[in-house]
């Protein structure tokens, strides 16, 4: 009977102890260590990515060679089209006038009097630029990626008014997720609805049911941001990866299809196929190295230097700690997405600068096997060959005319095809990423490098490519090391001059939201 009491006692005690347990797992234990208490910044799968993001770190990533890869051999005289995936928010109304102002052509953009689009034909009256300002919202406003693959082509057809053959290139931009959402919060607090925008999916648009609307007036004017966060229909909520994704493979904006965090698993990975596939996208934080790797990857050339808030006004904002988190709780796949975007963005930039790098090394090497006395050497196949043959094939390829329609790019692209090895010249040393200096594009210091500022790189970027280098690259490859401290509220710093650059840190200070021409809405006529 005594030994009944005792094991009762005894359970009791492991109960009463299972309960504290609970409780302080729930209630007062860390954030990133427990998942009861109320408030959970994100799921599991997303975690490690978000606090990585509010600590402006980047997690380590290794792409391959192909994913970094893009060299393309546009040709805006025969089929090439160029299509702009604008989303709401991320800079896009910008870099799409300097797509129809500033870029250096044989055939530039024509603006037709009294209206604010642009013809951008070649030579052959064929359209090379499926955007807002050369065609308009011709798949919808803000079209997304579902919506262009639909539509383009017969856009394009009825918009020329016969069908051919033509090779799209899809680019997009890509913005941090706080801030863009901010951005669209204050657009939609001034009255703007995006309302007309089609949602269309495997032929239909989205009913009333799937994307019910936040509000019951005309439009939602005066939205406090408490209340745009609390609308689960919200389509600003990772606006991002849901306009990136294929929407047809989730099954459109019926979401009683598939769990929840299935759903959006699959999206978060559709979208980052599609971006990684697409020909080019830039990041808004990033403009000059966003310019460089456009020029480099197209062969085209703008005739003015990118900078950020161009053309835009700033609004000082008053955000705290909660409400950042609570953004970033409803943007938890736009911030993975972004992370990703970011570092693969940054390794292209670097491949590209490498490649420059080489490119001049050769040029190099020719100058001094010309002056020479040698009469042989050993090229790049390893071979023994004569060197007038080997000068021969330099000269051919710097004969060989330019296909994608920029003024510039000739001496450019045949540089890039030299590969040969001259056994008495020894490369100089390639500056690698740890060589890289935090500061300006070109590699020197600067106190504020993501400040409004006139970049200090040339319009045309031939004279030095290789120094020519991204200072921000040293800082990703020292940021790979993902954060072991709690990374809650505690992680959220002041924006100041020595913050780290591939990341956005947040306090209850004033934040810097630019916002673009309040015409979005309007159809470009």
Known sequence: ???????????????????????????????????????????????????????????????????LERDFQVDLEDGDVIVFHHMQKTGGTTFGRHLVNDLQLKHPCRKVDGRKRYDCQNSDHHVWLFSRYSTGWRCGLHADWTELQECVDREMDAFEGKHRTRRYHYITMLRDPVKRYLSEWMHVRRGATWKTAQLRCNGRQATLQEVPFCYNSSDWYGVTIEEFLACPHNLGNNRQTRMLANLSAVGCYNRSLLPPDVRDKMLLESAKTNLRNMAYFGILEYQPEMQYLFEKTFHLKFGVQFSLFNKTHITKLKMSNKTVEEIVKVNSLD???????????LQRVNHVRRKAAKAQETISQYSNLEKSNIDYIVDSSKQVVPKKEVLSRSEENNDGSSRSGSINDK??????????????????????????????????????????????????????????????????????????????????????????????????????????DNDDEDEVK
């Open 1 to 67: 009977m005594k030994e009944k009491k005792i094991g009762k006692l005894v359970i009791g005690v492991l109960a009463v102890l299972v309960l504290l347990g609970f409780l302080f797992m729930g209630y007062f234990c860390a954030d990133q260590t427990c998942a009861l208490k109320p408030g959970s910044p994100t799921p599991g799968y997303l975690h490690f990515d978000v606090q990585a993001y509010l600590k402006g770190e980047l997690p380590a990533k290794v792409f391959e060679e192909k994913d």
């Open 335 to 345: 911030v993975k997405l972004y992370q990703y975007a970011k570092e693969l963005f």
């Open 411 to 516: 001496t450019e692209r045949s540089q890039s095809t030299l590969d040969v090895h001259v056994s008495e010249t020894v490369p100089k040393k390639v500056k690698g990423d740890h060589d890289l200096e935090p500061g300006r594009f070109d590699g020197s210091r600067s106190e504020g490098i993501d400040e409004p500022r006139k970049s200090n790189i040339e319009p045309q970027i031939d004279k030095s490519e290789g120094d020519q280098a991204d200072s921000r690259l040293k800082s990703l490859h020292q940021e790979k090391s993902l954060l072991t401290s709690k990374p809650g509220i505690d992680g959220l710093h002041r924006e100041s001059r020595s913050r780290q650059v591939t990341g956005e840190n947040y306090d209850d200070s004033e934040l810097d939201i630019d916002e673009e």
